[in-house]
């Protein structure tokens, strides 16, 4: 009666594990490069830190495309608004930064939603490229507009008082190790949504088949909107996170883009819990390349790794070769 | 109680149906035979709002309910089962057929699922199983559970049958039957035309986009243009 999952003993290494290897590896070539424990050690914290904000960033994306399926090319930009919003409500009202998690949030999730009932809807099932066109179309509007209302100055929304954090001999300011527990905390409660309630079961029935969501009831569009702001929600909650850390500017989000781009790739289109776990994985293979390739941008090993997944694991590193 | 009055419909400027009128009463089972590409299945994709009309009217309880989309008539009642099943392949039994009650209280689900799991057994042998690992015969079933679930007034089945064995498809037109004798109007749409005119109160005969004979099941099985054209005699 059980169906029976027949395993293949094999010696080679699951894509997963292999990853980890590659990444175990990279640390090994960063200690000898660098000589210093404590140089590596810190790079490893960092990238950590650095992987939780790309998780949660990479999970909305690849929340978007598996329900959608739209490639969205504006999810830096949403980040960016996220940024932005940090600064209007810091500035504003002199508060914390963090009082802006909640605004953040709830801005991008009806800018998101209402973005998606009102633009996107119209290229539902349209090609691939038309959708770039239009993503990427919507990511300059965005960058244009922010930089028409608050110039292109740099600007900040730090803390008043951002004290370094020692984790294992490491050092992380306060703010970041708050990003990385704040963009986990976030990520935990969307896998939840997802899992364990009756919404986030009709959201997983639009991905599974939309006709027959649609046949069961389900407003297929409406969860289309929801879903989509939920995605660019992810993106405007890692940017307030980083807010306290980061120069403001209207392009802050790009680097973001292409980062969250490869996170979801290597954790399976679509596949959820494989961006939370890519995520990490690349802000690792960030630090610790910086370290090991030294004087290149630390974006050079994620790009090595990301051709790599590319060329052996196009479907990620997660599951079972797919169609 | 569901009335297709001159419907014209198809795909893009492509008509496939023509001035299509066919009607179900409250506890029949119609059924709607005809060749392949004869637009059965365009037909039930219109009353589900699947796809647009060019003209002509659906009503269901005497309101116009052309133009509604799919969500909006699985509320009222009206409840298909595809031709592709339409399955939440990767979820588990159980949750499609939670799924196939999203329009209704919560409270009502633990005993509509109790009842389906009587009508199919294998359900719930099966119900912490992926759908998408099933046979045929039980993807079928779960499909037109999970339709029960929504605890239809008018059931569509688009070939039920299709690539079930000869002891499955009387399986699955007997369930038809029961869901019938429970009350519900089904419209079941059938190449087996045989099998579909035997447990039919009436019946329609569709060539080309449109109703060429209608009449009681029994009548139209003996019926020697039935006969020579569906049933292969
Ligand atoms: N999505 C579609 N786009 C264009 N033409 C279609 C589509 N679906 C069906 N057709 C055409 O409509 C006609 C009727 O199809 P259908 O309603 O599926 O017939 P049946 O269910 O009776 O076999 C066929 O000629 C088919 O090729
Ligand atoms: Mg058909």
């Keep these: 009666m059980a169906v029976s999952t027949r395993r293949q003993l094999s010696l080679r290494p699951s894509p997963f594990v292999a990853t980890m290897l590659l990444v175990l590896a990279l640390f090994v070539v960063a200690l000898l490069r660098s000589g210093s424990m404590s140089i590596t050690g810190q790079a490893l914290l960092t990238g950590l830190i650095a992987g939780g904000v790309y998780s949660l960033l990479a999970m909305g994306l690849s929340l978007i495309f598996g329900v959608l399926d739209i490639v969205n090319f504006a999810h830096g930009s949403f980040l960016a608004i996220g940024l932005f919003v940090t600064y209007e409500v810091v500035h504003q009202t002199g508060a914390n930064p963090y009082v802006a998690l909640p605004v953040a949030i709830v801005v991008l999730f009806v800018l998101g939603a209402l973005l998606q009932l009102l633009v996107l809807n119209r290229t539902m099932g349209s090609s691939l490229e038309s959708q770039l066109l239009i993503t990427l179309g919507l990511s300059l509007l965005i960058s244009n507009a922010l930089l028409l209302f608050f110039g292109g100055d740099p600007l900040s929304a730090n803390l008043h008082n951002d004290p370094g954090v020692h984790i294992f001999g490491a050092v992380a300011n306060l703010s970041r190790v708050i990003a990385f527990v704040g963009a986990l905390v976030l990520a935990l409660l969307l896998y939840v949504l997802l899992e364990k309630t009756s919404f986030g079961r009709a959201i997983r029935a639009v991905a599974a088949n939309r006709q027959g969501a649609g046949l069961v009831g389900i407003d297929v569009r409406m969860i289309y909107a929801v879903t989509f702001g939920l995605g660019t929600a992810c993106a405007g909650a890692a940017g307030m996170f980083i807010a306290p850390f980061t120069t403001i500017t209207p392009t802050a989000g790009d680097q973001f883009n292409i980062l969250a781009f490869v996170v979801v790739v290597m954790g399976g289109l679509g596949n959820i819990m494989g961006a939370l776990v890519s995520g990490l994985i690349v802000g690792l293979v960030e630090q610790l390349g910086g370290v090991a390739i030294a004087g290149q941008s630390p974006l050079l090993s994620v790009f090595i790794l990301f051709l790599l997944i590319l060329l052996i694991r196009p479907q990620g590193i997660f599951g079972a070769k797919s169609s | ?233």
């Excluded at chain 2, 309910?65 to 298909?80: E, F, N, P, S, Y």
């Excluded at chain 2, 199919?120 to 998408?132: D, S, T």
Aim: aromatic share 4%.
């Design chain 2, 1 to 233: 109680m569901l009335e297709l009055d001159n419907i014209a419909a198809g795909y893009g400027k492509l008509q496939i149906l023509h001035e299509l009128s066919i009607h179900v009463r409250p506890g029949e089972l119609v059924s709607v035979v005809g060749a392949n590409g004869a637009g059965k299945t365009t037909t039930l994709r219109v009353i589900s709002g699947l796809i647009g009309t060019m003209g002509g009217q659906v009503r269901y309880d005497g309101e116009v309910i052309t133009g509604l989309r799919a969500h909006q008539l699985v509320k009222r009642g009206i409840v298909q089962v595809s031709e592709d099943r339409d399955l939440f392949g990767p979820m588990t039994v159980e949750e499609n057929l939670v799924l196939g009650a999203w329009t209704r209280r919560k409270a009502a689900i633990n005993e509509e699922l109790e009842r389906i799991f009587e009508l199919f057994p294998i359900l719930l042998e099966r119900r912490r199983q992926a759908a998408q690992t099933m046979s045929g015969g039980q993807q079928q079933m779960l499909a037109i559970g999970r339709a029960l679930m929504a605890k239809p007034k008018v059931l569509m089945l688009d070939e039920p049958s299709t690539g079930l064995s000869p002891k499955m498809t009387w399986d699955v037109l007997n369930a038809a039957s029961a869901i019938r004798d429970s009350g519900v109007s089904v419209l079941l749409v059938e190449q087996n035309a045989a099998q579909a005119l035997a447990i039919s109160d009436r019946a329609y005969v569709l060539e080309s986009g449109s109703v060429v004979l209608e009449g009681p099941g029994r009548e139209l099985a003996g019926d020697e243009r039935v006969k020579k054209a569906y049933l292969g005699l």
